[in-house]
């Protein structure tokens, strides 16, 4: 979230990550952050009222009403949703956005997101709640996160939410298929093959897409999550461990071989860049990526608030795809002396650099 944040274009003020690993890699990829791993119910935030804060953003821990546990909700001392009502009141943002997961609007959770709502209303913001998929924003993944998102009651109305991309949609093998070549796996392609032309049914047997998406990326490095299993159901891939290396020719020759995931590969799926270096052991680093809000959602999103607070107008494919909009193009003027065809000149002249 904080990565996806600052390509929205916000600077962060403080950065609050109780995780030690979680931090270290915060550090080193961004070693002019202010991150700081004090447990936020013991810290009181009304000194940064002072610094005018536009945004606050975090990702709750999910534990507490994720159908993976035991949905112990305000019950959890996990749970930080009172403490979130908490920080926005005493911060005074002009926008915050809080990221969980779908379980969080159970009904038997529904007394206590009620109460965080009056909260924040007390604390003068319009809130709303919405669903969105990363899969909408051309991420290799079925996921779907709860956003609570709110606004001062001067600024109602203004947000609006991102726009969808479903012409993007991406797909395991693209995504994957560099990395599960590195080692020299020959029937890498084949397989990228099978994953871009995976067909996506519904219960009626209605294809409904085509190409392989990933399902929940596991917080640990054993087996698969319950509800992820029929999601990997038959893409061909081996879950019950992580790879430490992308498949050789000799383990491809195998009968029955089914590539593994290596966390270069989970870090990818989950929208990291490449050279994001994280820290801590195997076990750690699988949960950061896996407890991980995409940095294209989270920018999306981010860019969504910054229009509301700043009433600005965004050119969404030009700032989440900027990589594709870097290409310039140099016409040189025609000789004095010369008249050419206008289609002929700059069909001829046209530099791309």
């Known amino acids: 979230m904080s ?37 936020i119910r013991q810290v009181d935030f009304r000194p940064y009222r002072k610094r005018n804060i536009d945004l606050v953003a975090g990702g709750l821990p999910c534990q507490p009403y994720s159908q993976e546990g035991n949905q112990l909700g305000k019950e959890d001392p996990r749970d930080l949703l009172v403490e979130a009502v908490r920080v926005v009141r005493e911060v005074k943002p002009r926008a915050f956005v809080f990221e969980n ?20 209303r007390k604390a003068g913001f319009d809130t709303e ?25 001067e600024l109602a109305g203004a947000f609006r939410l991102p726009p969808t991309f479903p012409e993007r949609r991406a797909n395991l093998g693209d995504a994957l298929v560099d990395l599960m070549s590195a080692n020299g796996w020959s029937g890498a392609r084949d397989w990228a093959r099978k994953m871009r032309e995976h067909v996506i049914t519904d219960k009626e047997g209605n294809t409904v897409a085509v190409g392989a998406q990933a399902s929940t990326l596991v917080t640990s490095q054993g087996d698969r999550r319950p509800n992820a299993n029929a999601g990997w159901e038959g893409l061909g891939f081996d879950m019950s461990k992580l790879s430490n290396n992308a498949p050789t020719d000799e383990e491809g020759s195998v009968a ?16 990291f860049p490449d050279d994001w270096v994280f820290s801590g052991g195997k076990a750690s680093v699988t949960k950061q990526i896996g407890n991980a809000v995409p940095p294209r959602l989270a920018q999306a999103v981010g860019l969504a608030l910054f229009a509301a607070v700043r009433n600005m107008q965004i050119d969404w494919e030009t700032l989440l795809w900027p990589s594709e909009s870097l290409e310039r193009v140099t016409v040189r ?21």
């Open 129 to 153: 709640i919405h669903r969105l998929s990363v899969s909408d924003f051309g991420i290799a993944q079925t996921r779907s996160r709860i956003l609570i998102i709110g606004l001062r009651r």
């Open 3 to 39: 990565l996806g944040l600052e390509r929205a274009g916000f600077t962060h003020e403080a950065l609050f990550e109780f995780d030690k690993d979680a931090a270290a890699t915060l550090r080193q990829n961004r070693p002019g952050w202010n991150v700081v791993t004090d447990d």
């Open 101 to 120: 997961v779908a379980g969080l609007l159970h009904a038997r959770h529904a007394d206590h997101l009620a109460a965080a709502l009056r909260g924040f």
């Open 256 to 271: 029955g071989f089914k590539p593994g995931l290596t966390l270069r590969m989970k870090a990818r799926l989950q929208d």
């Open 333 to 353: 003027p025609p000789p004095l002396d010369v008249v050419l065809d206008g289609t002929e000149f700059h069909s001829s002249l046209i530099e791309r650099v």
